[in-house]
Nanobody, 115 residues
Framework: QVHLVESGGGLVQPGGSLRLSCAAS????????MGWYRQAPGKQRESVAG???????TYADSVKGRFTITRDNAKNTVYLQMHSLNPEDTAVYYC?????????WGQGTQVTVSS
């Protein structure tokens, strides 16, 4: 069983930064894909960023140039560095991982961007 635990969410002012962390049980080296999704109130869950085991990354157009996803295999952790946050980034952010075709989710961490 894979467990993903997110942390780092909180309240930040517009233009601010946050770094989310996703700690995984077991070696993330085995995960084919890891990524971050988010869900705002009344909206569907959407992909934010992903990183494939070989290293390539993908980003939603809305966060390109502002968010960076990285993975630290030694710490079994994936990070999402977020800069220039705006109120539209407010959502619950979920970590996900794909292992041999099965998708696992974390419990989510709230990010609120407000003055």
């Amino acid at each position: 069983q894979v467990h993903l635990v997110e942390s780092g969410g909180g309240l930040v002012q517009p233009g601010g930064s946050l770094r989310l962390s996703c700690a995984a049980s077991g070696s993330i080296f085995e995960f084919n894909v890891m990524g971050w999704y988010r869900q705002a109130p009344g909206k569907q869950r959407e992909s934010v960023a992903g990183v494939i085991s070989g290293g390539p990354t993908t980003y939603a157009d809305s966060v390109k140039g502002r968010f960076t996803i990285t993975r630290d295999n030694a710490k079994n952790t994936v990070y999402l560095q977020m800069h220039s946050l705006n109120p539209e980034d407010t959502a619950v952010y979920y970590c996900m991982a794909v292992l041999r075709g099965t998708i696992f989710w974390g419990q989510g961490t709230q990010v609120t961007v407000s003055s």
